[in-house]
Each structure stands twice: as C-alpha cells, then as structure tokens.
C-alpha cells in the first residue's frame, strides 16, 4: 500500500463520526476495534437468542403467509374471470349503443314521414260527420269550426295540386261540392239576417256585434272561395242598410223640422228700424219676442259647452210640446249622424275588409254607397234652413257644431265623413258672410238716412246699441278658442260701421252736453253687455270700448264744468300754456276768486242734478259725477296754486278741504 493510499484512508477514517470521536478523545484503535466487535457479538447473541424464543411465532406467521398466497391466487383467477366477463359487456354495450342509434334515426324518419303523411291526411280527408254537418245542419258555431277546417283543406289541395298524390285528385270533386254547399248557405244565412237588420225596432248595432262580427270568418270564406255569394251578400247589406238610413234619417229630419221655433226674418238686422210696421196677420208679441233674441247669444252656448246632452227624441218633444232653436236641431241630427256613421264604419271596416292593405278603401267605398242618400238628406236639411235663414247667430253657432263633429270623427278615426263635414262648412260660412254684410250695410244705411232726427229721440241708449252689444258680444264669445280671421275682420267691419253711426246720431244734438251724454250712455250699455259675456276675445275689445268711453266722460267733464267754472278753467289752461315771465292778471285773478267763493255750492248742487238728469244708471252717474269733482278739485287746486304764487291783497280763497268736504254730499246721489 502505498503513502498515498494511506493518507486516502486515514482521510476516510477522519470523516466517520465514531472514528473522528475516538481521535478526539485518543483512544487506541486498536482497542476501539476490539471493543466494537464484543458489542457485536454480545448484539448478535442477543438477536439469535431473540429469535429463538420467538420462533414458532414466526412460523404461524409463515404459515398465515402462505395461506393468504393461496387466497390472493385465487382471488387472481376471480378477477380475471371478472375482467373477461367485463370485455364480454362492454362488447355487448356497445352493440346495443349502434343498434339504439340505428333505431334512433329510423324512429326520427317515421315520426318526418308521419308528420308529412299526417298533414297530407288531414288535407284530404274529410270525416263522414263533417259533411253531414255541412250540409245539411243549420249554421252555428260548431258548423263555423268545420268551414274553417275544409278551408284549410281547400288550401293545402290548391298548395299541393300539382304533386303526384291520387287521393288529392279523388278530393278535389267532394272539396268542390262543399265549396258550393258552403257558400250558398253562407250566403242563405247573412241575407236572412240582413233583411231581418230593416225590421222596425231592431237594434243594428247588436245584431252586427252578435251575428255578423261572430261569424265574419264565414264571409272571408267566401270573400276566398266563391265571389260571388260574397258579392250578393255585399250588395245586400249595401241596398238595405242605404235605404234603413236613409228612411229612418228622412223621417227624422221631417220630425225636426217641425220642432223648430220661429226664426228671424230679413227685417231682422242690426240697423232696421224698431219701429216698423207689423203685418196685419202677424204676431206682435212673438215678434217682438224673437227680435229681444236674435241678437243675443244667452243660452243658446250650452248647445256647444254641453258636450254630455242627448239627442232630440221626436216623440218625447212633440208630447211636451217643445221647440228647438235650429242649432239644436242641427246638432241633433248631425249628431245622431256620426254616431251611426262611426259605428257603421267600423263595422264595414271589420267586416267587409279582409285584407289590411285595402281595408281603408273598401270600408270608404261601401260606407259612402250606404250614406250616401243619407248625407244629402242631412245637407239638404241644412241647407234648406241656411238659405232662408237671417240667424247669424245661430248660423255660427251650427259652424262651430261642426268644427266639434269633425274634431270628434278625428278623434274617433273615421275618415269616411270629411267630404260631409267640409260640404257642411260650405254651406253655413258663405252665409253667415252674406249676413255679416247684410248687418253692416242696415248700419251704413242708417247713418246715411238723412232724418236722422227721427232716428234720434233722446239721449239714452239707442236700441241700434243694445243690438249691437248683443250682437258683438256673441259674436266675440263665438270666435273665443278659433280666432277665424274672417270672423274677426267681420266683427271690425261691424264696429266701425256702428262706431261712425254713434258718431251721426250723435252729432244730432245741438245741445253741448247732450251730445257727449248720449255717447256715453251707448258706450256704457255696450261694456256691460260686452263685461256679462266674460272670454278673452271680448276682453280685448273692452279695452278699445273704454278707452273710447273715457274720452266722451272727459269731453262731458269740460262741457259740464264751463258754465260754472269756464273763467276759472281757462285762465288755469292759459297759466300752464305761457312762459314764466309773463306776468299774471291779478285783478283777474280777484275776480275768479270772488266769484267761486259766492257761487261754488251752489254751482256744486246744479252740477249734481245736471248729471242725475243726463245719467240715469247709478253706475255709470256715479262715475261721470266723480269725473266731474274731480276734475274741479283738480282746477282749484292749481287755481289756488296761481293765487299762492301770485298773492292779491284782500282776497281770502275757499279752502280744499271746505269743497271737498260739501262734495262728500253727493256720493249717494245715485
């Protein structure tokens, strides 16, 4: 062994942990060795000794070893037995998987061939029980049913006639005659029930809604399948429901006629003269009554405010003995008009009109065949009034009616009345224009009347004004919400011709005072007619009638003043008109003074009864007699101004307060 090998050993020997600590403590190796191999020998004693004491232990061990060998193999073959018959199954599972799949899809194409062979069926074949139904039972809604099947028949042979299928050869002839069948005694059934429609008292509206509306799918049969029952039912219903209308809405139109009141005649215009000669044969008290009326709208609005007020029932009228104005009339049976129309639209809409694209036009087509009689008997009744008719106010009141309907039948969407509705306004407007003109030119003639002195009797209100008030007023309200410019040039047209006839009459009196009373006596009428009717277009003319009303109280006030006060006014006026250097009349100034300080109460007092005479409404006096008191306050107070500026030696004025204290008796001359 070489050095090398040497130093690698002891390297080794270095390294073990027993050796390392033996060298440590400086054990001799040689002693360590023999140490460690009693220890073994004393351990391997021990083990054998061990051993022995537990050797049968080991042998049952042994033998339990082997025993579970034994199982284990033959467990082994178990499960490999197992395994096979796992291979088997799984084989099996697997063919049973193709044979489920296969019969899967033959399953599928069965259920493909019977649906297809299940449609072809029930297109072809027709139940015993069906065409018995058919054909020899009455219509009901078991009967509607099976129309409706043998429609769906009808259609799948026509979808399919061209295929290489038999029985839709053999079908055709029995589909043909059920067609036939079917049709006539559709057509049987609605002719009976439309003729029943024009049997008095029958209710159309419930008829249409519990025959015609629940069987409709009948008609669309032969709307599709046989012309021209559909055609005969059509025209049918067409000739019967025109002339049940047209019958029922002349018969009502006569009775109304016969309820209206007696109307106004060509006399009865603005300017006419109210004391025309009365007919030998007339009626003065109920001409005078309507004349009272004509012009005023009073009540006769609630014909359009009531929205909610039925039609006129002849038979109810006549045994009450009623009487309508013709805006009643008119609303009535116009009335009653759409609400059959819109009914009856709806219907021939619904029922007639199978296909959405031409439903408008068919429904527009039919209903006008239907009403077409029936819309000239409402216009010829409007018309006949209207032509004759001198009732603008009444004339108007029918065009706004209209206005409403037509507002009404938009609402309702039934456009099948627009051409009746603007034939309608084209007969009220041009009249109510004619008769507009008819009332300026009676005002226009008037005031051209050279005696006028025969028109003008006294300084109260004209009856011309009265008329006018009513007249405007109603007019005014009319226009409230429409603003028709034609309506609104009309009422300017009409107050300017009355305004320039005021104006003539007026200019009658010679009298200075006469003149302004009069024309406020007429303005004043005019506004309180004018504040009973309250709406915003009557509003706007109040401002024009009082501004026009406060000039002739100040034109009044002047003339009132001069010959009590005239020297006092003038020399006031005259002050404020010169220059500041110019020098101030005192002697004059003495004289006016002297003059008011003898005569002011009783020249208060004659002021008074002068406007008590001149004005008789309590209002209106009231107004005018604090204009006047005013006004004098007004000049004394710039009077006694001049005279503080400019004092006079010897000269003691009257005090306010002292005239206005002594005017405070006159508050309750009225």
């Known amino acids: 062994m070489s050095y090398d090998q040497v130093d690698d050993r002891i390297l080794a020997f270095q390294e073990d942990e027993f050796v ?31 051993y022995v004491e537990h050797m049968d232990t080991f042998l049952d061990l042994h033998a339990e070893i082997k025993a579970c060998d034994q199982v284990l193999g033959d ?25 489920s799949s296969q019969m899967n899809i033959r399953l599928r194409n069965r259920k493909a061939v019977e649906s297809r062979l299940g449609r072809v069926l029930q297109g072809m074949v027709i139940p015993p029980y069906v065409i018995k139904k058919i054909s020899e039972d009455d219509v009901d809604e078991v009967w509607l049913q099976y129309i409706l099947g043998i429609n769906k ?38 002719v009976s029930r439309i003729h029943a429609l024009c049997v008095p008292n029958t209710n159309i509206q419930i008829m249409q809604q519990s025959v015609f509306l629940k069987y409709k799918e009948m008609h669309y049969f032969c709307l599709e399948r046989h012309h021209d029952a559909a055609a005969e039912i059509r025209q049918t219903y067409v000739n019967s429901l025109r002339w049940y209308f047209h019958n029922h809405f002349d018969r009502y139109a006569k009775g109304l006629a016969k309820l209206q009141t007696v109307t106004a005649d060509k006399t009865d215009v603005i300017g006419a003269d109210e004391h025309r000669k009365v007919g030998l044969f007339s009626n003065s008290k109920v001409a005078l009554k309507d004349k009272m009326n004509i012009f005023a709208l ?29 805006e009643q009339v008119f609303r009535s049976l116009n009335l009653t008009l759409i609400d059959n129309a819109s009914s009856e639209y709806l219907f021939i809409y619904e029922f007639f009109s199978r296909d959405g694209n031409k439903a408008d036009e068919i429904a ?32 108007l009141l029918c065009i706004r009616i209209n206005t409403q309907l037509t507002l009404e039948l938009q609402r309702r969407r039934i456009p099948a009345l627009e051409g009746y509705t603007n034939a309608t306004n084209m007969l009220l407007w041009p009249r109510f224009q004619y008769l507009m003109t008819i009332h300026i030119d009676s005002l226009r003639k008037m005031a051209s009347t050279k005696s006028m002195n025969t028109v003008v009797k006294d300084i109260h209100p004209h009856y011309v004004t009265r008329r006018y008030a009513e007249f405007a007023a109603s007019l005014l309200v009319l226009n409230d919400g429409y603003d028709d410019a034609i309506l609104t040039n009309s009422i300017h047209k009409l107050r300017h011709e009355f305004e320039a006839l005021l104006s003539r009459m007026a200019n009658e009196f010679s009298d200075s005072l006469q003149k302004p009373a009069f024309l406020i006596n007429n303005y004043d009428l005019i506004i309180n007619v004018f504040e009973e009717a309250s709406s915003r277009t009557v509003d706007t003319e109040l401002e024009h009638l009082r501004q026009i009303l406060n000039l002739h109280i100040g034109s009044f006030v002047v003339e009132q ?10 020399f006031v006026n005259a002050n404020e008109t010169a220059s500041q250097t110019q020098a101030v009349d005192t002697q004059q100034l003495a004289t006016i003074s002297d003059h008011f300080n003898q005569t002011w109460r009783h020249s208060i007092s004659s002021i008074n009864a002068s406007v008590v005479q001149y004005f008789s409404n309590f209002k209106n006096g009231t107004a005018v ?21 400019h004092p006079v030696p010897g000269v003691q004025p009257v005090g306010v307060q002292a005239v206005m204290v002594d005017i405070k008796r006159f508050r309750s001359t009225f």
């Not at 467990?75 to 044979?99: K, T, Y």
């Open 20 to 50: 390392r600590e033996a060298l440590k403590k400086g054990v001799d190796l040689r002693e360590y060795v023999r140490e460690i191999d009693m220890q073994r020998e004393s351990l391997q004693s021990s083990l054998e000794q061990d």
């Open 75 to 99: 467990m082994e073959e178990l499960l490999d037995v197992f395994q096979g018959d796992l291979g088997n199954i799984s084989d099996e599972i697997q063919s049973l998987q193709e044979r």
């Open 153 to 190: 028949q009808m259609r799948f042979v026509k979808a399919n006639q061209q295929k290489p299928i038999k029985a839709l050869r053999n079908v055709g002839p029995e589909l043909e005659r059920l067609r036939l069948k079917a049709a006539a005694t559709i057509r049987d059934f609605f």
């Open 298 to 326: 009073g009540d006769r609005i609630d014909t359009l405010r009531m929205q909610d007020q039925g039609v006129i029932l002849i038979h109810v009228a006549e045994a009450k003995d009623l009487r309508y104005q013709f």
């Open 364 to 395: 527009k087509t039919i209903f006008q065949q239907i009403f077409e009689p029936t819309q000239k008997v409402c216009s010829n009744f409007t018309k006949t009034y209207v032509e004759a008719s001198f009732d603008a106010v009444g004339i």
């Open 561 to 570: 003043l001069k010959p009590f006060f005239g020297k006092m006014m003038d």
């Open 625 to 645: 007699l604090h204009a006047v008191l005013g006004q004098l306050i007004m000049t004394y107070t710039k009077f006694l101004a001049i005279l503080d500026d």
